[in-house]
């Protein structure tokens, strides 16, 4: 079973920027990893995905051009940068193994890590 940490969320202004860290550990096999978000009282959102070897990367229309995924797999790490943060970009965030499609949800993944806040605001 795959274990995932998601760590680097905090308190941030509109416009700036935040790097999200997804830790892996216990199976060795090769995973996609998706990041989500959940706004309190909406629906979990799919954010972004990568494949194992980085060859397939998918975001949402939402964060497209502001948010930058990537993996190193030596470090067993999967990244989500967030630039050009806006007020409705405040959610939990989690991340999670699953196939990288184009249309992102949670149904089709496991492992999920506890999540990270973000919060964006003046």
């Known amino acids: 079973q795959l274990q995932l940490v998601e760590s680097g969320g905090g308190l941030v202004q509109p416009g700036g920027s935040l790097r999200l860290s997804c830790a892996l550990s216990g199976s060795t096999l090769a995973y996609a990893i998706g990041w989500f978000r959940q706004a309190p009282g909406k629906e979990r959102e799919g954010v972004s995905c990568i494949s194992y070897n980085g060859g397939v990367i998918n975001y949402a229309e939402s964060v497209k051009g502001r948010f930058t995924i990537s993996r190193d797999n030596a470090k067993k790490t999967v990244y989500l940068q967030m630039n050009s943060l806006k007020p409705e970009d405040t959610a939990v965030y989690y991340c999670?193994?699953?196939?990288?499609?184009?249309?992102?949800?949670?149904?089709?993944?496991?492992?999920w890590g506890q999540g990270t806040q973000v919060t964006v605001s003046s």
């Open positions: 999670a193994a699953g196939p990288c499609l184009a249309w992102i949800v949670a149904p089709n993944y496991g492992d």
